[in-house]
């Protein structure tokens, strides 16, 4: 039976504070919101009324044309409006505003604007201003993995009490932009028990949940771990197509197998295998990743073309499951040097870096390649 217990980071009597606390169930709703295509409210000086292009159907877009107290725009990745306006962008700022004309374009024509996978017939746009909002925004689609592609627009004075806004959900874009560090103080461990593995038969689960729509992240315990002064740990971020599937694509399948062998020849170890699926960027968004892949893009350049970060993980849930079972000091299986120093960052003791490296498979070689090119991954 599953039991719920106090939030495992910063234990104490604030520990759980943060759950059911109001705003971060508004970061909740307004995700569940955003993936169903309703617009939220960012609330902060200015106003906006967003919805997600990938989303929004024509009733979403209809409320935003009828909510808005000026014009709309669509808010995308530097890399991802460069591509759609056939034109070199600088990528300082976090998000490039595109002017959206009344009528607003239809729902079909959006999506296609957001998602580089799809036929890239569109309108022409002109550039707008940036609205102060505008990081949050593209923060509220990332959360609801979905793609970082916002229509936004100001919203009217008073907009909760027309009929038209009853039922809308705001938020402030403040908490958007904080919660994926906040995360870890949502999380519970929630159950405990043996599952004696092929490669490891002594072998025990201990289940995380965090807040994040139901997300669960696992700690798989080989032997004793704490019983050492700095065990064996890999930490592994999920990948249903390598793990599950035994997708050649990657390396993912045979470094969990690898890393769970090696810890039952040692005697001990711990492999936090986290929901953080495509590094971060969602199962959906990795296999479009993997089609652009197809399409010359390297690893890099394909999630960037996406509208996302080469690499969207943070550490810290990593480091709350850590503390949670008892382990400060480790030896770490990784040939990723940002792993290291985000852990590190996160205030866990990494003693050692063990390299963790298989060999090419005939498919995943320009993969690796870039990996170690691109990322700075450590072949030996
Ligand atoms: N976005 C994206 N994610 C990928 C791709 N290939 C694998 N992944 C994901 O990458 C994650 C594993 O990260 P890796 O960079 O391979 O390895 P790492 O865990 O950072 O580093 P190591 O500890 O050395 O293995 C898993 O979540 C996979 O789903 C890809 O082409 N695109
Ligand atoms: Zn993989």
């Known amino acids: 039976m599953i039991s719920a217990t106090p939030a495992v980071s910063g234990r104490g009597p604030d520990a759980s504070a943060p759950i059911g606390a109001p705003r971060t169930r508004a970061v909740h709703r307004a995700v569940a919101d955003a993936r169903r295509g309703v617009p939220v409210v960012l609330a902060g000086q200015h106003p906006l009324i967003v919805a997600p292009a990938e989303t929004v159907g024509a009733e979403g877009l209809h409320l935003i044309d009828r909510l808005a107290a000026g014009p709309a725009s669509l808010l995308l990745a530097p890399a ?35 998602d580089p996978t799809l036929e890239q017939i569109m309108p022409s746009f002109a550039l707008t201003s940036v609205p102060d909002q505008a990081e949050a925004a593209l923060a509220l689609g ?41 995360l870890a103080a949502t999380l519970n461990r929630v159950a405990e028990v043996e599952i004696p593995l092929e490669d490891a038969p002594d072998a025990r689960l201990i289940a995380f949940r965090a807040l994040d729509q139901g997300i669960e992240h696992m700690a798989i315990l080989v032997g004793a771990p704490a019983a050492k002064a700095a065990p064996l740990v890999r930490i592994h971020s999920e990948c249903f197509t390598g793990d599950l599937l035994g997708s050649l694509r990657c390396d993912c399948g045979p470094q969990l197998k690898g890393a769970i062998r090696r810890m039952a020849e040692e005697g001990a170890g711990v492999v936090l295998y986290l929901a953080q699926e495509g590094r971060g960027i969602g199962l959906i968004n990795k296999l479009r990743a993997y089609t652009l892949q197809d399409r010359g893009l390297d690893t890099v350049d394909a999630n960037r073309a996406l509208g996302w970060q080469a690499d969207e993980r943070n550490f810290h849930i990593a480091a709350a499951m850590l503390d949670a ?4 000091r480790i030896r770490l299986l990784t040939n990723n040097p940002e792993k290291m120093a985000g852990l590190a960052a996160c205030g866990v003791d990494v003693a050692e870096r063990v390299p963790h490296v298989f060999a090419p498979n005939g498919v995943n070689d320009a993969y690796l390649d870039t990996k170690a090119r691109r990322f700075g991954h450590l072949l030996d």
């Not at 229509?151 to 004075?157: E, I, K, T």
């Open 142 to 182: 990332k959360l609801a993995r979905l793609l970082p592609a916002m229509v936004v627009a100001p919203v009217r004075p008073g907009w909760a009490s027309l009929p038209l806004g009853a039922g809308l959900l705001a938020v402030p874009a403040a908490d958007l932009l904080a919660y994926p560090t906040n």
């Open 80 to 114: 991802r409006a460069a591509a759609v306006l056939r034109r070199p962008l600088a990528e300082t700022a976090p998000a490039v505003a595109l002017a959206l004309a009344r009528p607003l374009i239809d729902a079909a024509t959006l999506r296609r604007v957001a």
């Open 325 to 328: 079972i008892g382990l400060k």
